[in-house]
Structures are given as structure tokens and as C-alpha cells.
């Protein structure tokens, strides 16, 4: 059994690169978004949500977040490395003038109920 919960396509079958994008709705955003590390979170947080494929990212996304939105939450999971990344993150995006807080919960976003799901976006909107 495998434990990576989902896989990206391996690089020598994609014809963009996963980690030079944003995952979400770029058609639904507005100028606010929630930055997450994954698709599932994305699935569970809804359309206002984005994921970067992992808590590694990559300068093409911090310049896609930086044409995209003016605000946004920073909703790593709650480990150390993830905080840590977070965090780094957060200054990528304030040089480039985008308004961006760190927001951390107990767990993965992914695993939260709808119920609580929709009251966490409600909080950080």
C-alpha cells in the first residue's frame, strides 16, 4: 500500500509542469483567496481555495497568488515544516504587495466536516 494520499502526473508525461500552477477555479476567484498545500483541501474549502501541490512552492506560483489575488490566507497543515513554509510564503508574497496572514488550525484542512469547513472560510472572509 502506498501512502501518499494523491500523486502528481509524473513530470516527463505533463505538458506544464504541476508545481508552475495553481490547482482551483482561477475563473471563481476573486481578490481574496485561501492558499492551501492540497487538492482535497481545495475540494473540501471550495471555490475561494487554491492549493500549491504540496507545501513546497515554487516562484511561478508565488507570482501566479501575486497576479491573481490582492489578499491571501496562508492555510498550511499544523506541523512544523508546513508552519515554516507558511510563513516563508507569507514574506514571498508581501514583497510582491500582496496583503497575506498565516492561519493555523489543529489537522488538515481536508479532513474538516463540511459544517466546519464553511465556518472556517466565513471566519477567514
Request: hydrophobic share 35%; charged share 25%.
Amino acid at each position: 500500500m502506498h501512502d501518499a494520499k494523491y500523486m502528481g502526473c509524473p513530470e516527463k508525461r505533463e505538458l506544464t509542469p504541476h508545481k508552475d500552477i495553481l490547482y482551483g477555479k482561477q475563473s471563481l476567484w476573486g481578490e481574496r483567496g485561501i492558499c492551501v498545500e492540497g487538492i482535497t483541501d481545495v475540494w473540501r474549502l471550495g471555490t475561494s481555495s487554491f492549493a500549491t501541490f504540496g507545501i513546497k512552492y515554487t516562484q511561478n506560483q508565488v507570482r501566479a497568488m501575486a497576479t491573481n489575488f490582492k489578499h491571501v490566507t496562508i492555510l498550511f497543515d499544523d506541523d512544523p515544516q508546513a508552519v515554516k513554509q507558511a510563513n516563508k510564503l507569507q514574506s514571498a508574497l508581501s514583497i510582491r504587495g500582496v496583503q497575506s496572514k498565516v492561519e493555523i488550525i489543529s489537522g488538515d484542512p481536508g479532513g474538516l466536516t463540511s459544517k466546519q469547513a464553511k465556518n472556517l472560510v466565513q471566519k477567514i472572509y
